[in-house]
């Protein structure tokens, strides 16, 4: 599609009576391959493309999306868009949108060896060795679904403000999924790696070395585990669980698009109300970040889909409630400027408040400081089931690969210690995190249509004092 | 037609044995509406051209976007020197062998679906709300329009073209006491919004003042909405390919009474005014009514022709071509009324709506959810009051053994989690694990 369509969308929108317009070009050139059980079922090599455009007419929010680039075609859909909007304006919200500083940009991300230069089977190699290190192992696997994907992500967006970004990100991503059995018990795990960079990254992942590791701690937790001990006891968790907590009950509950009502249909809403800016909501040691600048993260971007320029934001600072996730239009309604967090999954979908890379900011414990002077605790390295209810409170983590702490000492496996515990009893009752840092890839889906979008979760390890596990 | 037998003509001519071509075009139209305000207007318009290749059992999945002639000879020619150099599959089989006649369903397509009255559509729904007493409603109406049509090396051809409408409003009597209501159709003449609306007003006065909820095993009520997401799990652990992932609960079950005897579960894709009916699947075989789960006892596995020869068995017309899965889940409606499911009940909790379904194991079916809106606590055959912040924590094989009486009140809903369609009664199930935040 060439960039002179997009100005015509955006011209054409405008001189029908349109307040503001604000008109993407974005491509997504897919490579994905999977082994299920040492075979490759397919390769698919996909290219979608197309146009989306969000604009304001009569106070009401419009949207379209077309990959059919014909010039008379794009107007017949402005069209009947211009035309529903108009008769939705009955019922107009009066959208506005905060003013902000105008950026034209170009960005990419270089990647040290070219995703184009590698061929399928040398991408596939990967995979087959991965799945052979699995059967090295001996652990009955029946179940060994392992894939990896690449996509090359190129936008241009304009804005009838006169903001133009262009830019172009690369993506690796590597999903698996195993099944362990012994004698009558199974034990499963699906877990993700995924970064904005060249084919450096998944090198640097070694993943014949990740299935391999976690099916030995898979087995040795089926095989030796034990049933968690009853009572209050003091959990550690590594940064696998702290990021998706933080994830969770965190980064949802802070988008402020939640917060003023408007995924309350199936996203959800908030705990959170917008005069809790000031408040306390963790010990003084917490401090959360949603950071979508860090560099080869899953969830990195320099301008959000609506074009401002992205930047760091504390959502919890020192355990004081900091700031919210915006977009324009949320920052309008607190008068205040966005900080950069409207993303969409892709051309055809609109841009909504999400999460980039949230985090939870590192302390200053080594891993044997955590432990040292727990007498009876849980070291819970990873999980397998999760959930957290619509408005963020009460959430439930399933650990995996976990551990009874004694007197200082980690002791031997324990099956499936089950977290199910308030949001705010949650951080209140961390007492130490660690100078560790880790960064997990996921997909964090969110509106309707639903949509997904990249993130990291992660950040350090933390110490929760007298929980009782269910 | 034409275009897509000129692009079969020219993959053949480099070599592919297995070609199939299929063209969806979508047109859509969606309003979304929150606090009884319309929030964002959605106008969409989308073609796609799609191809599942293979060559000496090497399969490539890719797709083309500009049909000028010289682009599709230079797309033959860069597929056929890209799939050389991809891995074989030892475990494909092929693909079924056309031609085939194809059966019409019937209410499966409203051409004049996009031109009717959105607005009034939505104010119709919105006031059976408000009608309630209800003073907010959040949701969406969303319309949409499909033409797909196929063509494959082996002389399938068909075309079917398909229109649907949703509708989903969630009901607010404060912030904590909501209801929510989906309701989906083929066409306008089974479209009752007022129902959804007047349905989730109610739910969300019922469930004004919640106490917690507390642990224990407690008889559960789930209505259809809230076990369209669960009903999905099922018919998606009936695929082929879920067993041998080890994605599946169902796996080594056939022939085994794996659910209670009031259970039947059946996949059909021609259903009168089924969300997800279809002529045919993706290899183009005329698609037929699949019994999955028979008083209580699996009876097969869902295939595609590849899968099926591989177990020696016939195809059961559920291509996906990697995946087999289910197209619209019909579960058989019982002979009791919705509201006699109470009778009898000591203890019990009644299920409006459910969110964040998760799997520790899909393989052995542990999972959990959290019922959201209307959640009531039941004693002695009576709702006593609403209640909060509990979670389902059970095992899927659990939940269809204890399957205790299944109504009459069928209805066709989707969850927005699990967006498999299903045609669904209400279902009382005894002993269900319920567990709550210790802190």
């Known amino acids: 599609m060439d960039k002179s369509l997009i100005d015509f969308a955006l011209r054409y929108i405008e001189k029908r009576g349109a307040s503001y317009v604000e008109a993407k070009l974005e491509s997504h050139e897919t490579n994905e391959l999977f082994l299920k059980n040492s075979i490759p079922e397919a390769i698919s090599f996909l290219t979608t493309q197309g146009l989306g455009i969000r604009y304001i007419a009569d106070g009401t929010l419009g949207f379209i999306s077309t990959n059919c680039p014909e010039k008379n075609r794009l107007k017949t859909i402005i069209d009947k868009s211009l035309n529903l909007t108009k008769r939705s304006s009955k019922y107009r919200e009066g959208i506005k949108l905060s003013e902000e500083k105008i950026h034209k940009k170009s960005y990419k991300i270089k990647q040290k060896i070219n995703l184009r230069d590698i061929s399928p089977e040398e991408k596939l190699k990967e995979l087959v060795e991965a799945d052979k290190a699995i059967l090295s192992t001996k652990v009955k696997t029946p179940g060994r679904y392992i894939s990896l994907t690449d996509k090359l992500v190129k936008k241009y967006l304009i804005t009838s403000d006169g903001t133009e970004i262009q830019s172009e990100i690369p993506y690796v991503n590597l999903h698996y999924f195993l099944t362990i059995t012994e004698k009558n018990k199974s034990s499963q795990r699906q877990w993700q790696y995924g970064n904005t960079a060249g084919w450096e990254a998944v090198k640097k992942w070694n993943i014949p070395k990740i299935l391999k590791d976690e099916a030995l701690v898979m087995k040795n937790n089926l095989t030796k585990g034990k049933v968690p001990p009853k009572g209050v006891l003091d959990v550690i968790v590594g940064p696998q669980i702290s990021g998706i907590m933080v994830h969770e009950s965190v980064g949802h509950p802070y988008e402020a698009d939640r917060i003023f009502g408007r995924e309350a249909a199936q996203a959800g809403e908030s705990f959170i109300t917008e005069d809790m800016i000031g408040k306390r909501i963790g010990s003084e040691i917490i401090t959360v970040i949603d950071d979508p600048t860090v560099e080869s993260s899953f969830g990195f971007y320099l301008y959000d889909d609506e074009g401002i320029g992205a930047r760091k934001k504390i959502l919890i600072k020192k355990g004081i409630i900091n700031e919210f996730l915006h977009n324009r239009e949320t920052a309008y309604k607190m008068g205040i400027k966005s900080n950069a967090s409207a993303r969409a999954e892709n051309y055809s979908k609109e841009a909504i408040v999400r999460m980039s890379n949230s985090l939870l900011a590192p302390g200053d414990y080594t891993e044997e400081e955590l432990i040292e002077d727990i007498k009876l605790g849980i070291f819970m390295k990873n999980f397998t089931e999760w959930n957290i209810d619509d408005k963020r ?64 979760c992660g950040g350090a390890s933390a110490r929760l004092r007298n929980i009782r596990l269910n | 037609m034409e275009i897509k037998k000129y692009i079969k003509t020219r993959l053949e001519k480099q070599g592919f044995e297995d070609i199939i071509i299929t063209k969806n075009i979508l047109e859509a139209k969606q309003i979304k509406f929150s606090k009884n305000k319309i929030v964002k207007t959605g106008t969409e318009l989308a073609e796609d051209l799609s ?60 051409k004049k679906v996009l031109d009717i009255n959105d607005i009034d559509l939505l104010e119709k729904g919105l006031n059976a709300s408000f009608n309630q007493g209800i003073k907010r409603a959040d949701g969406i109406l969303e319309i949409t329009k499909t033409k797909t049509e196929l063509l494959t090396s082996n002389n399938a051809e068909a075309e079917q073209q398909s229109s649907s409408l949703y509708f989903s409003i969630r009901s607010f009597a404060n912030k904590e006491a909501s209801g929510h209501s989906n309701i989906v159709s083929r066409t306008l003449k089974k479209f009752d919004v007022e129902y959804a609306g007047k349905h989730s007003g109610e739910i969300a006065k019922k469930a004004l003042n919640p106490q917690e909820g507390k642990e224990g095993k407690y008889d559960v009520i789930f209505d259809p909405l809230p076990l369209s997401g669960l009903i999905g799990d099922i018919g998606n652990a009936c695929s082929i390919f879920s067993v041998e992932a080890g994605l599946s609960f169902l796996a080594n079950k056939l022939k085994k009474q794996i659910a209670s005897k009031a259970f039947t579960l059946i996949d059909d894709p021609l259903y009168l005014n089924g969300i997800g009916a279809t002529k045919f699947d993706l290899e183009g075989i005329p698609t037929q009514k699949n019994i999955l789960i028979k008083n209580g006892i699996l009876q097969k596995y869902l295939h595609n022709t590849s899968t099926a020869k591989r177990y020696n068995t016939k195809t059961t017309a559920n291509a996906g071509l990697i995946a087999p899965q289910p197209w619209n889940l019909v579960v058989k409606p019982g002979k009791t009324k919705q509201e006699s499911l109470f009778k009898g009940i000591k203890k019990g909790i009644y299920i409006t709506n459910l969110w964040y379904t998760r799997f520790t194991n899909y393989f052995t079916g542990d999972f959990s959810t959290i019922p959201r809106d209307g959640t009531f606590y039941i004693e002695n055959g009576e709702i006593k009051y609403p209640i909060k912040n509990i979670r389902v924590s059970d095992n899927m094989l659990n939940l269809m053994k204890n399957i205790k009486e299944v109504a009459n009140n069928v209805i066709q809903t989707k969850s927005w989690e699990a967006q498999e369609p299903a045609i669904i009664p209400s279902i009382l199930v005894t002993n269900i694990n319920i567990t709550k935040p210790t802190q």
């Open chain 1, 393 to 456: 409170f009460q959430q439930k983590y399933v650990g995996l690969d976990a551990y009874l702490i004694k007197n200082g000492k980690i002791m031997y496996p324990i099956i499936k210690p089950t977290l199910e515990i308030t949001t705010p009893y949650l951080w209140n009752s961390i007492d130490a995190i660690g100078k560790n840092f880790e960064g997990h890839a996921a997909f964090c889906g969110k509106g309707e249509p639903m949509q997904a979008v990249p993130v990291w």
């Open chain 2, 51 to 110: 191809f599942f290749l293979t060559k000496n059992k090497r399969i490539l999945v890719t797709d083309l976007k500009e049909l000028s002639k010289q682009n599709i000879d230079k797309f033959a020619k860069k597929s056929a020197k890209f799939i050389k150099n991809l891995p074989k599959n030892e475990n494909y089989y092929g693909i079924a062998k056309g031609p085939f006649k194809y059966k019409n369903i019937k209410e499966f397509y409203d």
